[in-house]
């Protein structure tokens, strides 16, 4: 299949744009961004065949978010209906659990696109995350796995700030995880965004590294890549 999803953002920028203004569009307007509206939705329905495509649909989706121009797809209840007999996500993303971090809006994704992994500071140096890591490769057949850092990541801060929690929390053990992860920042609070770029670059050469994700990789049938997300404008960049 050939690259489809690369102009859907730019195309779905325009269709909002000519279609907010409520009161000056005649009916024939409407009817005409109904119809290209239904055409980005029949392109978004359309199946991911390799990891190039998956890329290029999250990235779609997310300047969609930026720009305030969603067509929120796979929301409703006929959604619900196809995939509840089972699921077939085009993209995991393993994110951290900041509530500021909701995977499916800021890529403009629905109900069974992602298969959406998620705990503070998105590390997965343990076998609970990473058997969801694999599950999701080897069983439902994503085409990307990706590791999502972000702006301001409370765990992260944490870590580097050797933040110390009360003796009965398992504080202290996530932190110790991630602290091991961006050792060259520990203690340096101004190089948080270079300990979270650092951290998510750890988790993803952590995945690519197991046997099981190789196999795969090398076969062309995923791609495991790292990203990063701004809080305060909504844009994801892709490593």
């Known amino acids: 299949m050939k690259k489809l999803f690369l102009p859907i953002a730019i195309v779905a920028m325009g269709i ?43 990235k779609d989706g997310n300047a969609r978010y930026v720009a305030e121009t969603p067509v929120f797809p796979h929301h409703d209840h006929k959604r619900l ?11 995991a993303v393993v994110a951290c ?8 809006l800021i890529f403009d994704q629905g109900i069974g696109d992602i298969f959406v992994i998620r705990t503070a500071g998105n590390n997965v140096n343990n076998d609970a ?10 069983h439902l057949g994503v085409k990307t796995v990706v590791v999502l850092g972000h702006e301001s ?23 110790s995880m991630i602290q091991a992860d961006v050792k060259p920042y520990v203690g340096k609070a101004d190089s948080l965004d270079a300990a979270i770029k650092l ?41």
């Open 16 to 58: 909002f744009a000519s279609c907010s203004q409520k009161e000056t569009v005649k009916n024939e307007s409407n009817d005409s961004c109904k119809a290209a509206i239904d055409s980005v939705m029949a392109t978004l329905d359309k199946t991911v065949e390799t990891p190039e495509e998956a890329i290029a649909r999250l």
């Open 81 to 91: 209906a196809e995939t509840a007999p089972h699921q077939a996500p085009f993209a």
């Open 97 to 104: 659990s900041d509530s500021r971090v909701p995977v499916e």
């Open 129 to 138: 995350v990473m058997g969801s890591v694999d599950y999701a490769i080897e």
């Open 153 to 175: 990541c409370g765990g992260v801060t944490g870590a580097i700030g050797d933040v110390k929690a009360d003796d009965e929390s398992k504080i202290d053990e996530l932190l």
């Open 199 to 239: 951290n998510a670059a750890t988790q993803v050469k952590r995945i690519n590294d197991r046997e099981l994700v190789k196999k795969f990789v090398e076969a062309g049938k995923t791609q495991v890549v790292g990203a990063y997300y701004n809080v305060h404008d909504g844009s994801v960049v892709f490593e």
